[in-house]
């Protein structure tokens, strides 16, 4: 167990909370990659959770497993090593601060660039202070992401027979994708457990939907993510190292014109074990246009959405709190 110092976390950012803990949710649509259906099954799951669980996903444990000792490893250097990578500009190390508009968690992370031609500084740092191996399991890990973000938006474009069906992948995989990875670290909270009966509940990241089109995730075996359903309930996700998470992005959400929902999720802190979680986000090339595909609107049916560029809703969603409805100001409002 790494002990941090002072400059890194100082105070576990904690809410009152008058409901009990949110339960367990056993209702988490588990899709089986090799199943025939799977397509279907993808679809019914982002209408109505914009969250799953991909199992099958032909990821071997091996790629996320060398990679998680080397995060590990990263994160329990002397801070003044971190902080060599850091601060994020906006890829490299950063801890606490989430964005610049405010938000804080019991946090610390590496935001990697997915171009394996393009690197800032900080992301240079990283490797340079660290060894081949930890740049050979990023580039890996990363590698075994696209491929699995390409087939899930590839078998959605199936399930929502869509013509086209690279209409969605073909985003994430052109050589101007603006797609990045994060590593994210919730060491313990060890106040948590002297504030447990006051209905505190400590926040790793709070909540928020993610902009992109697709994100996904894998963490260890701490608990720790929670969803918010549709009726505004919020339930733990049981975790399972094994398998990958799938989260609908907002950029998903207007592609298909409302009928798919971004997710909106956040990371409670444990007061004994680390959680650590690896996440690929796929996003579009910054000029591309966001837009409902015209194939998916129903006769007379109206995009909810104004025209935009994933530039434009990068700049507007980053500029705003964790929060926000990020998708208010791009929405047409009636008459």
């Not at 990659?33 to 444990?61: Q, R, S, W, Y």
């Not at 720790?224 to 505004?232: A, S, T, V």
């Not at 014109?257 to 997710?263: E, H, I, L, T």
Request: hydrophobic share 40%; aromatic share 8%; glycine share 6%.
């Amino acid at each position: 167990m790494v002990v941090l110092s002072p400059p890194a976390l100082d105070h576990c950012s904690l809410i009152k909370t008058c409901k009990p803990a949110a339960s367990v949710f056993t209702g988490i649509p588990v899709i089986d990659m090799m199943d025939p259906e799977a397509k279907t099954l993808i679809v019914k799951a982002c209408e109505e959770f914009g969250f799953f669980k991909l199992v099958n996903h032909g990821v071997p444990m091996e790629i996320a497993t060398i990679l998680e000792a080397e995060a590990l490893r990263f994160f329990n250097l002397p801070q003044l090593e971190k902080d060599k990578a850091g601060p994020p500009d906006p890829f490299g190390y950063g801890n606490k601060s989430i964005g610049a508009n405010g938000d804080v968690g019991w946090i610390e992370y590496l935001l990697l660039n997915t171009k394996p031609d393009v690197a800032s500084q900080r992301t240079l740092s990283v490797f340079q202070e660290n060894s081949e191996i930890f740049r050979s399991a990023v580039r890996d890990y990363i590698s075994a992401m696209k491929k699995i973000a390409f087939e899930v938006v590839e078998l959605i474009a199936d399930g929502l027979k869509i013509e086209q069906r690279n209409v969605l992948s073909r985003m994430l995989r052109d050589e101007k994708s603006d797609s990045c990875f994060r590593l994210n670290y919730y060491p313990p909270c060890p106040e948590l457990q002297a504030l447990s009966d006051r209905n505190l509940i400590g926040f790793g990241f709070g909540e928020h939907t993610d902009p992109q089109i697709i994100s996904v995730l894998r963490s260890n075996n701490t608990s720790g993510l929670q969803i918010c359903l549709r009726d505004g309930t919020w339930v733990s996700v049981p975790p399972d190292q094994t398998s990958l998470f799938i989260n609908v992005g907002d950029s998903l959400q207007v592609i298909t014109n409302g009928r798919f929902r971004s997710v909106k999720h956040r990371v409670l802190v444990d007061n004994v074990k680390s959680r650590i979680s690896m996440i690929y986000f796929g996003g579009p090339p910054l000029n591309e246009k966001i837009v409902p595909l015209g194939c998916l609107l129903a006769k007379g049916e109206e995009s909810l959405y104004r025209e935009f560029t994933w530039s434009e809703y990068k700049k507007s969603a980053y500029k705003s709190r964790l929060a926000d409805c990020r998708l208010g100001p791009f929405e047409k409002t009636s008459g």
